[in-house]
């Protein structure tokens, strides 16, 4: 569906990363974790294309957030944004993280930005009852972003950063293995860059659990019709915007 | 006061309004349904259609740039026949001309998919899209030569009934030869234009922003280059033009229908606003009532230029 949805709040959490809250019922009802919402950004004909974000939050049922770190154009007039100013949003697009299975314990794998749809799920699973370890890596302690939320969220946060300024000094994907081994987790969802993904559903395969990674692709319509998005799986491209963007791991031609 | 009357013949199938979707950019209107009625629509043009089934170029396949965007999809698509069965059914339940587009990369290609489409049901028209490269001339697209056009529409002609449009590439020397060698050669309209070539450079990792380094522009930068080619093949051929290239907004539209152009189609300004084919229906027929003409065909061509 295509709104005008309201800023309800806007806070920078972290130098050049911005979370904003928008009032928007209709999407908050049916938005899944993994999904994402396609903004327009700016008001002027200069910008061609919407900008995909992932939905952080919409456990309140009237709203939705969107967690983002300012890159570009589009990012910079959204982080430009006052409460009450509306904006116009199409969403809720996408599959999300597959449930299916109904896994005893799953583990959250969260790459910098990455963090943006993990927290939405780990809500869910929060309210579900099921047991949720994390994983998260990031430059530096200050962009290990939602710190507190995982905590009240999840079992028991691993962290790994850059600079060693919390957690293990290092990648994300050197803490892994050990996470695995130590909290044997029936299912992986990931969400991160493209590299660290590929290393993950590697890791992940290594070791035989199943994994989820959410991607990220180019788009121009984001709802499935202009085939810009795609990425290669085992059956041929498929579309981030439309089959996606969270695929099984080893469906993906890593 | 009666509304206008915004009913147009194109290649001899009637358009409720003037307003098409283009090709490519819509996919087969199934994406977009749940975001505008597609009963409304004058038209559809579909993704354009090959025989067989294309995975296209690799990634990045699109590119922001000012005003305007790259593409270089390689007409990926499933093949004529998944298209006629899984696709034009759903297509039937609306009140909607199902204008398919074609592609191939040599002319027996084009035959195949032409005699294929032409024996299925809910077809209106078929669109040529000319602007496919012809792997047996060494890749040039056929749409770059009148001669090498021509000879594709007069062997398509021959493999069909339907009524034919041709899709003209902006990317050549002379636009009105072309669209004349085409009309000869039995085209009842032309659409006109495809994607102008382009290419973008990421300073940093000093790469072609899109894998296949050039692709296609379109969007607003295209319209001034489109709006000109569409009056200079307008006044030039007797069948009707469809313009295309930019258009966001009913005031796009009409520099085009004033220019000369018979209809529209709106491609990339979906991407921002999925009601935008909508908004330019309504805004022409705003226009037409405020500036009291009873019919859309009273402003087809009437661009008044000083002597
Ligand atoms: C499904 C999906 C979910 C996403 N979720 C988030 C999120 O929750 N938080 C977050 O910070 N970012 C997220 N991104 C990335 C985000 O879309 C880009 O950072 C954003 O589009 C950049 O826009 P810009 O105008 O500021 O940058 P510019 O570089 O100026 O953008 C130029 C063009 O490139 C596109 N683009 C640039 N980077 C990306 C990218 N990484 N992915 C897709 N398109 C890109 C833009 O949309 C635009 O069309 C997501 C991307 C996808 C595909
Ligand atoms: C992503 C994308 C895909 C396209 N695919 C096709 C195609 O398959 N066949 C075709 O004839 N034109 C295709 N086009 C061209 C459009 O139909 C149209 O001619 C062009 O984009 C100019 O119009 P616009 O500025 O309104 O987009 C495509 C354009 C875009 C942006």
């Not at chain 2, 259609?49 to 294309?54: E, G, H, L, S």
Request: contains cysteine; glycine residues 10%; charged residues 20%.
């Amino acid at each position: 569906m295509q709104v005008k949805a309201t800023v309800l709040q806007k806070d920078e959490v972290a130098p050049q990363v911005h979370k904003i809250r928008f009032f928007a019922p209709r999407i908050a009802k049916s938005a899944q974790p993994g999904q994402f919402v396609h903004i327009k950004c700016g008001e002027e004909q200069n910008y061609i294309l919407r900008r995909p974000f992932s939905i952080h939050q919409a456990n309140s049922s009237d709203s939705i957030e969107i967690l983002f770190k300012v890159v570009g154009r589009g990012t910079s007039w959204l982080a430009k944004l006052k409460v009450k100013d509306s904006v116009d949003i199409i969403g809720p697009l996408g599959n999300g993280f597959s449930l299916k299975s109904r896994p005893g314990k799953i583990m959250l794998v969260a790459g910098g930005m990455g963090i943006a749809p993990l927290i939405f799920l780990a809500d869910k699973l929060a309210k579900e009852h099921t047991k949720t370890y994390t994983v998260i890596g990031a430059a530096n302690k200050e962009l290990l972003l939602d710190y507190m939320n995982l905590k009240r969220l999840t079992r028991k946060i691993t962290a790994a950063t850059e600079d060693g300024s919390q957690g293990v000094k290092g990648l994300i994907t050197d803490i892994l293995p050990a996470a695995i081994t130590e909290d044997h987790p029936d299912v992986i969802f990931a969400c991160g860059p493209f590299s660290m993904l590929r290393e993950v559903a590697f890791i992940a395969r290594r070791e035989d659990v199943d994994c989820q990674v959410a991607l990220e692709e180019l788009m121009a319509c984001g709802v499935g019709a202009c085939l810009a998005c795609v990425v290669k799986t085992k059956t041929g491209f498929k579309r981030v915007c439309a089959d996606g963007p969270v695929f099984d791991s080893r469906e993906i031609e890593w | 006061m009666s509304r206008p009357d915004l009913a147009v013949e194109i290649a001899g199938i009637k358009l409720k309004n003037p307003v098409i979707t283009a090709s490519g950019t819509f996919g087969y209107g199934r994406e977009y349904a749940e975001f505008i009625d597609l009963n409304r629509l004058g038209a559809l043009v579909t993704k354009t259609i090959t025989f067989q089934p294309r995975s296209g170029n690799p990634v990045p396949r699109i590119c922001e740039t000012p005003s305007g965007m790259l593409n270089s999809i390689g007409l990926q698509n499933n093949g004529a026949e998944a298209f006629a069965a899984n696709d034009l059914p759903w297509l039937a339940q609306f009140d909607l001309p199902v204008i398919v587009s074609i592609g191939g990369d040599d002319i027996d290609q084009y035959c195949r998919v032409t005699k294929f489409i032409s024996q299925v049901e809910g077809v209106s028209a078929l669109e040529v899209n000319i602007s496919c490269p012809n792997v047996k001339f060494g890749g040039l697209g056929f749409g770059r030569d009148p001669r090498m056009a021509a000879d594709l529409v007069a062997k398509i002609r021959t493999c069909s009934t339907l009524p034919l449009i041709v899709k003209l590439s902006p990317n050549v020397g002379d636009i009105v030869a072309i669209a004349q060698a085409v009309v000869r050669a039995g085209a009842q309209a032309i659409s006109l234009i495809n994607t102008v070539l382009g290419m973008a450079v990421d300073i940093e990792s000093k790469r072609p922003r899109l894998k296949s380094v050039v692709g296609g522009l379109s969007g607003p930068a295209i319209k001034p280059i489109a709006l000109r080619m569409v009056w200079e093949v307008a006044k030039a051929i007797d069948v009707p033009v469809i313009g295309i290239g930019g258009i966001a907004s009913a005031a796009d539209a009409l520099e085009f229908i004033l220019a000369g152009a018979g209809a529209v189609a709106v491609g990339t300004a979906v991407f921002m606003d999925p009601q935008s084919p909508i908004k330019i229906i309504e805004g022409i027929e705003e226009y037409l009532t405020k500036n009291g003409y009873d019919k859309i065909s009273d402003i087809v061509g009437a661009l008044e230029i000083a002597e």
